[in-house]
């Protein structure tokens, strides 16, 4: 739930016309969860039930989303591996967003920070920080400087198999973790935070 009455949920139902078994769907409560109806998905999504997944190891041929989130009534973002989407109208139109390879999005103080690989890959990733406020389509690269990007065989700041693990927010701040590379059998966490979502200091503490 995103507000006290209002929530989505992202999943599949019978389709109402055609041969396939399932559609994808996507339904609103405006009461708390008692009642639900469906309102739109983005144009030739692809349900997940009869298939694979939305990950890289998938093989579904068309694009399929797996994570929704909403960041207003009207504003919401739906992605998969290799799609992600934006609404402005609460979900009765979706518009394709260039953003592949989303790992994780939050959203706090009217910015949205979301995690993606730098290329295609199931495992080991090398990651970037973007952010952008929220309605609009424009990123803007913000991870740290100088931090590793991680990757099993390391990103482009570094090498290592660890770096940008983790983006959360607790609503009023945003939570980066960096994991950094010391020996073969251990790493250096270290937390970042942000009130913005594109200027990050560094916690003096370290994790471990």
Same mark, same amino acid.
């Given at each position: ?11 599949? #139902?019978?389709?109402?016309? /055609?041969? !396939? ?7 609103? *409560?405006? &009461? $708390? +969860?008692? @009642?639900w ?33 909403? #960041?207003?009534?009207?504003? /919401?973002? !739906? ?7 934006? *609404?402005? &109208? $609460? +979900?009765? @139109?979706w ?8 790992k ?26 973007y ?30 198999p ?22 073969e ?16 200091s ?7």
């Open positions: 739930m995103l507000f006290r009455s209002q929530g989505w949920a992202l999943g599949d #139902a019978k389709c109402s016309s /055609g041969n !396939a078994t399932d559609c994808a769907t996507l339904l609103r *409560t405006l &009461d $708390g +969860g008692a @009642t109806r469906a309102i739109g998905v983005p144009d030739g999504l692809v349900s997940t039930k009869d298939s694979s997944s939305c990950g890289t190891n998938g093989t579904i041929a068309g694009p399929c989303v797996d994570q929704i989130r909403f #960041a207003t009534q009207l504003i /919401g973002y !739906a992605w998969g591996y290799r799609s992600f989407f934006m *609404t402005t &109208d $609460g +979900g009765d @139109t518009q394709s967003v260039d953003a592949p390879q989303t994780n999005l939050v959203i706090a103080r009217n910015q949205v920070v979301r995690l993606s690989a730098l290329g295609p890959c199931s495992s080991g990733c090398a990651y970037n920080l952010s952008a406020p929220i309605g609009s389509d424009t990123w803007t690269v913000v991870t740290p400087g100088g931090m590793n990007h991680g990757g099993t065989n390391g990103g482009p700041v570094g090498g290592g660890t770096g940008i693990s983790k983006v959360v927010t607790d609503g009023a701040q945003f939570w980066l973790l960096d994991q950094t590379f010391v020996t059998q251990t790493t250096r966490e270290q937390l970042y935070e942000s009130s913005d979502g594109s200027t990050w560094r916690v003096n503490s370290r994790l471990g």
